[in-house]
């Protein structure tokens, strides 16, 4: 019987190398292939250059910061408000802008409920007065005088302010106005430390100085001799 005759086993080839293509980085599998891997992630700087539109957001914003600060809540809100519709893309920007725009809303809202009496006006200017918001003082005064215009306590309170911002040709008329209602706010002038400003001028002194009467002897001496 004749033998089978055995065939040599074939000798393992060596992998081949695969090539990388530039910029590709190579690894080694386990069965000793290397295969192409995807290229890194390019390396991003760690504070990207900002958008146009970033710069034109913090300038409305900050058109809208100066607006509140004037007081001019209006305005504030309709600026402020145009930053979150019109740079919906600026994120980090508006929780800024939501800030201050609680700040108009609550004085609008504040606004709304404003004083409509008399009575109430002249409550709203004293505490104005007291809290040093002296433009809102004389808002609320002139809607006084406006409506009652010989109202010689809104007057008075109106040359207070005046006389607080430095106003103080519009305080001496407005003192003059009430002294020449009420007598009595003469002697008040002279003691308000609220009128302190305008000690120095010459017109105040001369609306808050005593009236005197003529002495009974002068006016004796004018009446007319009897026949004799």
């Known amino acids: 019987m004749a033998k089978q005759r ?23 599998a386990s069965d000793g ?24 957001a913090v300038a409305v914003y900050e058109k809208g ?39 108009c809303e609550r004085h609008v809202t504040t606004r709304a409920a404003a004083p ?22 004389i808002s609320h005064l002139r809607l006084v005088r406006d409506e009652d215009p010989d109202n010689d306590h809104a007057l008075y309170m109106l040359a207070v302010a005046h006389a607080q911002r430095g106003e103080h040709a519009q ?12 007598p009595e706010n003469r002697a008040l002038a002279r003691r308000d430390p609220d009128l302190e400003p305008l000690h120095d001028d010459e017109a105040y002194r001369s609306a808050v100085e005593p009236r005197r009467s003529v002495p009974d002897l002068d ?3 004018l009446r007319p001799k009897s026949a004799r």
């Open 6 to 28: 055995l065939q040599p086993k074939s000798k393992p080839q060596p992998a081949k190398a695969v090539v990388a293509p530039s910029g590709v980085r190579p690894a080694a």
């Open 33 to 56: 292939v290397v295969r192409p891997q995807p290229p890194a992630a390019p390396v991003r700087p760690s504070d990207p250059p900002r958008r146009t539109s970033y710069f034109e």
């Open 65 to 103: 910061v100066a607006a509140l600060q004037r007081h001019d809540y209006d305005q504030a809100l309709e600026l402020l408000q145009s930053v979150l519709r019109l740079y919906p893309e600026e994120k980090e920007l508006h929780e800024r802008v939501r800030l201050y725009l609680n700040i």
């Open 116 to 137: 409509q009496t008399v009575e109430e006006r002249l409550y709203a200017s004293t505490l104005a007065i007291n809290g040093g918001k002296y433009d809102e003082a």
């Open 171 to 182: 305080a001496v008329a407005h003192l003059e106005r009430s002294i020449a209602l009420n």
């Open 219 to 221: 006016r004796r001496a």
